[in-house]
């Protein structure tokens, strides 16, 4: 009977043991270092109008993101300097870059808060002639059948695609807070060459009639280099993984973000032309 006993008391100890660390909430870590401001925007040259967005970064997952008002905004072709004000959106600054098409040009961001410069320079690279980076499929259905893969790999020049049809809005410089399901091109392979990536591809079946509008990005080789970099820690995923990336923006000071330029092109097919 004590036997017995002593097996209920231990039994009684281990439930409790173990439904005390099934409620134990996760902890995480404060981050060693904190950021002043993280920066979102580029310049691009499908509309003179340019768009960058200041915010506080949250450094906790419980954190929230803060607006970053109260800033001197510019950007600067290397002769002359545009200001982006402040717009309606906390945070978010616009304004015009005239001479926006300075092809193998350097364009510089500079940010000044709280008594601090935040600098940024990209190279503004031109578009060239690229294959599309999907296939279409005439269905018996008698639809069209689009398969679209996240990420090409050992392409001639690094690319960034959205392809945009029924239910993906349409691509504005001025949507920073929508994450577009954009396809990337880059003129590196895979990062894991022993176990392969599990790739994300998407697929989407449109009637024939239907409106696929394809946008093209180009990028410079180190805005590429970021993001491929990027995706080491996010997108690149293999049966056991793979190599982390060191991920550093371009934006000088306690900042993080990355502003880039980009040269832009939009083109509009019917489904059933895609089809080959």
């Known amino acids: ?79 002359n300097q545009f200001l982006l004000s402040e717009t309606n959106t906390p945070g978010l600054y616009s304004g015009n870059v005239s001479d926006n098409k300075n092809y ?31 296939t279409a499929t005439q269905l018996t259905s008698g639809q069209v059948e689009l398969t679209i893969p996240a990420h090409i790999f050992g392409a001639i020049r690094p690319v960034q ?24 091109s880059s003129e590196l392979g895979a990062p894991n060459a022993v176990y392969p990536l599990t790739q994300d591809v998407r697929t989407a079946d449109l009637n024939p009639m239907d409106t696929v509008t394809v946008y093209k990005f180009s990028q410079s080789q180190s805005y590429a280099a970021f993001l491929y970099n990027l995706f080491q820690e996010t997108d690149f995923k293999g049966p056991f993984s793979s190599e982390p990336g060191n991920v550093y923006g371009n934006v000088s000071g306690n900042a993080e973000g990355y502003f880039h330029c980009t040269d832009v092109s939009v083109t509009k097919y019917l489904a059933k032309d895609l089809v080959k």
């Open 1 to 79: 009977m004590k036997a017995v006993f002593s097996l209920i008391i231990i039994l009684i100890v281990l439930i409790a043991g173990c439904k005390n660390d099934s409620v134990s909430p996760v902890k995480f870590k404060r981050p060693r270092k904190s950021y002043d401001l993280a920066v979102e925007g580029c310049l691009n040259t499908l509309t003179t109008l340019q768009f960058v967005k200041l915010s506080k970064p949250a450094m906790l997952p419980d954190g929230q993101v803060t607006p970053v008002s109260g800033a001197k905004v510019s950007i600067s072709d290397g002769n």
């Open 104 to 134: 193998r040009r350097f364009y510089s961001l500079k940010v000044q808060y709280n008594s601090k410069d935040y600098l940024a320079t990209d190279t503004l690279i031109a578009l060239q002639p690229d294959d599309l980076p999907f």
């Open 161 to 184: 695609w959205l392809i945009a049809y029924n239910g993906i809005p349409n691509w504005s410089p001025s949507i920073l807070n929508i994450q577009y399901p954009y396809t990337y």
